[in-house]
């Protein structure tokens, strides 16, 4: 299952991680959020500039990513910081990791810390168009497709909550080997034992209603085994402002009278999150990083610049990774591997 990676040498120093990735024509970018300084370029080392010249690529929650070599069927994971493989199965005709140009249409998660036990991890890729998945685990020989069309809702299944169930599998985040996501009013979880199958639980919402603005941006992230909900409220038509941040932890019910609960907290206990709109968010150690706690770092409203909210002063700053990379250009979060 594990392969070697003769690349070792030319991989990445986790002190340097999160890094934000930008992908332009044939090179790669790199910028260290600690140091807060670009990496200088490496080709013909072997190194990620190279990987990302012969593959596809999409990042993961736990630092792994899934890679599709082009004008190929093979895909494997990939820890950029060690240079280590997980063999996955082939894509023969394409259509799991979608055709070139089309890489923004997909989605990889993991469903545990890392892809070394494929009894217990799940390799999850969603289609951000369509109420389709494929999943595998390592050392499978193929990859299952499944279409959705159990709507998540509860109900009877109607043709207008495609959209619905479509944002859904959008906002999927893994814990505790399962994947969650929002619901209105409920949270809807996906389990493999070992066919995919969804639940859906009734929530108290209350304390996430919005007040002032009605558009928002949600986005669940794990962090020591508890469910984190992070809402960035927009004034209307125009989602590239965000006005307020709120971030809200599912408290679970104690009694069967009661109903698991969305709690606002004002803290994140010392970690820090790192968001990336439309893809994942992800928990760190601040002490690890050497970054400070209580701090989320988000990622996809304005571009190349990563935008950092301090929740303890309730402030935001705006980090500008280079003057030369282009504004428009929205950079991938990549996580130091777990």
């Known amino acids: 299952m594990e392969e070697a990676d003769d690349a070792s040498a030319a991989a990445l120093d986790p002190k340097l991680a999160p890094l934000l990735l930008f992908g332009h024509g044939d090179a790669t970018s790199l910028y260290s959020v600690p140091t807060r300084a670009l990496l200088p370029t490496r080709v013909g080392d072997g190194g990620v500039d190279d990987m990302m010249r012969g593959h596809r690529w999409w990042t993961t929650a736990q630092g792994w990513l899934l890679m599709a070599r082009r004008g190929s069927p093979c895909t494997f994971l ?26 923004h249409r997909r989605r990889c998660l993991l469903s545990c810390c890392g892809p070394m036990d494929p009894a217990s991890c799940v390799v ?28 998540l809702q509860p109900g009877p299944p109607h043709h207008e909550h495609r959209g619905i169930v479509i944002r859904a599998l959008r906002q999927l985040t893994a814990m505790d080997g399962e994947f969650y996501t929002d619901l209105i009013d409920h949270v809807a979880v996906l389990e493999f ?8 639980t009734a929530v108290d919402d209350d304390d996430r209603r919005p007040a002032v603005y009605m558009k928002r941006t949600s986005i669940f992230v794990e962090s020591n085994g508890e469910l984190h909900s992070i809402l960035f409220s927009h004034p209307i038509g125009c989602d590239r402002i965000v006005a307020s941040v709120g971030v809200y932890r599912l408290s679970m019910a104690t009694t069967q009278e009661q109903r698991p609960a969305w709690v606002k907290v004002d803290s994140l206990g010392g970690r820090v999150f790192f968001v990336q709109i ?3 968010g992800a928990s760190l150690d601040a002490r690890t990083t050497g970054l400070r706690g209580n701090c989320i770092y988000y990622s996809g409203f304005n571009g190349k ?7 303890e002063r309730g402030t935001t700053a705006v980090i500008n990774p280079g003057e030369h990379l282009p504004y428009h250009q929205s950079p991938k979060i990549l996580m130091p591997t777990r």
């Open 78 to 103: 990939w820890d950029p910081f060690t240079g280590r493989r997980v063999g996955l199965p082939p894509d023969h005709d394409g259509t799991v990791l979608a055709a070139e140009g089309s890489s």
């Open 124 to 151: 999850l890729v969603i289609d951000h168009a369509d109420t389709v998945l494929w999943y595998c685990r390592p050392g499978d020989n193929h990859w299952v497709k499944r279409h959705q069309h159990q709507y």
């Open 305 to 311: 610049a990563l935008c950092v909210y301090d929740m």
């Open 278 to 280: 439309g893809c994942f």
């Open 193 to 200: 034992s070992p066919e995919p199958a969804f639940a859906v």
